[in-house]
């Protein structure tokens, strides 16, 4: 079952309480912002109950997208778990988002 029975309402109350308190509205909704980030390519990490949450987002998402999952793992645990298949599927992702491609290398 997808987690956030709680939670979702706590962090609604959490957010309103702050645009209340602060006057500065309350910031676009996640799964509303990574829709429109593209062409920018998105990496989502998720471990544990995250692979929910982490699943909406990616099927918000516009290609380039990836979503590595590691639902054995708990919270920020995903490079603990699997440090081998961590390495492997961001270091390829941070030289296809930030190197320019072979051709134009010098």
Do not use: C
Not at 21 to 37: D, R, Y
Not at 70 to 97: C, K, M, S, W
Request: charged letters at 15%; aromatic letters at 10%; a negative charge.
């Amino acid at each position: 079952e997808p987690p956030g029975k709680i939670l979702i309402p706590g962090m609604w109350i959490f957010f309103k309480t702050g645009e209340l308190f602060s006057g500065v509205p309350q910031p676009a909704g996640l799964e509303e912002l990574v829709a429109q980030i593209s062409p920018t390519r998105i990496l989502l990490i998720s471990a544990g109950a995250e692979n929910h949450i982490n699943g909406l987002y990616y099927a918000a998402a516009q290609e380039p997208k990836q979503h590595w999952a590691r639902p054995e793992a708990g919270h920020i645990n995903a490079l603990f778990a699997q440090p081998q298949e961590y390495e492997n599927t961001v270091i390829p992702f941070f030289d296809q988002a930030l190197l320019p491609a072979p051709s134009e290398r010098p």
